[in-house]
C-alpha cells in the first residue's frame, strides 16, 4: 500500500491560526486586566486605608475628661482645622481627617488627604481635597474626591445617598456633620460645582458647603456626579461621637 502524506496546510489557513492565537492571547490578557483593575486594585487600596486610618488615629490624643453621653451639637461657627499642616502634606496621602458615612456602612471610613493627585491619593483608596476650596469649618465649599470603580471605589455608592443623610468628617480635634442636599450630574469641565457658593461661581460663601465629586457612570467616566450637602453641626472629638456613629 501507497504512503499518505499529510497535506501541508494551506496560506490563509495558517494565517487564520496565528489570527486565532493571538485573539486568544489576546482575550486572556484582556481578562487578567479587568480582574486586576476591578479585584486587585480594591484589595491593595484596602490595606492601604486599613494602614494609614489606624496611624491617623493612633497619632490622636486620648480626651484628658471621659466624653458626654449626650454630646453638645455645636451649630454656632465652627473652628477651622490647621490649614498650614494640612497644606503641607499636599499629594503625600498622609491623612488629616477621616470620612464617614453611614448609609455605605456602620463600618465605612475612609480616609481624607490633601490634593486631588491620582497617583498618590485617591488610587490610594483616599478622598481628595481639592486644595483651592474651603477647609471643614471654613465658610465655603469643602470639596473631594475619590473613586465610584477600582481602587477602593470610595464613592462607588455615592448615588444612593438621600436628602439628609449624614457625612461625618472626623479630625484629630472635631467632628464635622453634614447633611445631603440634592445631587447634580454634570460635565467634567463644570467647575462651577467647586465655587464657594457651589454652581454659583462669583459668589461670596455665605455657609459651609461640602461637594463630592466622582466619575460617571461606572467605567465610562464621561460625566461627573456631584453630591451637596451642608453643614448641620460641629463637636470637639473630646466630647464624644455624634450620634449618627
Not at 471654613?138 to 473613586?147: I, K, R, V
Not at 464635622?176 to 454652581?199: F, K, M, N, Q, S
Request: with cysteine.
Amino acid at each position: 500500500m501507497g504512503r499518505h502524506t499529510k497535506a501541508k496546510p494551506s496560506a490563509p489557513t495558517r494565517v487564520l491560526g496565528v489570527v486565532g492565537e493571538l485573539l486568544i492571547t489576546a482575550g486572556v490578557i484582556i481578562i487578567l486586566f479587568v480582574v486586576w483593575q476591578i479585584w486587585w486594585t480594591d484589595v491593595i487600596a484596602g490595606r492601604e486605608q486599613s494602614r494609614v486610618v489606624s496611624e491617623f488615629r493612633e497619632e490622636i490624643p486620648e480626651p484628658a475628661e471621659e466624653p458626654a453621653d449626650e454630646p453638645t451639637e455645636y451649630r454656632s461657627d465652627p473652628p477651622v482645622i490647621d490649614t498650614a499642616t494640612v497644606k503641607a502634606s499636599i499629594g503625600t496621602n498622609d491623612l488629616w481627617g477621616v470620612m464617614h458615612i453611614p448609609a455605605f456602612g456602620d463600618d465605612y471610613e475612609v480616609g481624607i488627604a490633601e490634593g486631588t493627585d491620582l497617583s498618590t491619593v485617591i488610587d490610594k483608596g483616599s478622598l481628595g481635597h481639592y486644595t483651592d476650596t474651603a477647609m471643614p469649618g471654613e465658610l465655603g465649599n469643602f470639596a473631594l474626591a475619590g473613586h465610584r470603580q477600582s481602587y477602593g471605589a470610595a464613592l462607588r455608592n455615592q448615588p444612593d445617598l438621600e436628602a439628609g443623610d449624614p457625612l461625618i468628617v472626623e479630625t484629630a480635634e472635631y467632628f464635622y456633620v453634614y447633611r445631603v442636599t440634592e445631587h447634580e450630574i454634570v460635565a467634567p469641565t463644570a467647575i462651577e460645582v467647586l465655587a464657594p457658593v457651589p454652581g454659583n461661581p462669583g459668589v461670596a460663601a455665605d455657609g459651609y458647603y461640602l461637594t463630592l465629586t466622582t466619575c460617571h457612570p461606572p467605567f465610562i467616566s464621561n460625566e461627573r456626579w456631584i453630591t451637596y450637602a451642608e453643614l448641620d453641626y460641629w463637636m470637639p472629638r473630646s466630647e464624644g461621637t455624634p450620634k449618627e456613629l
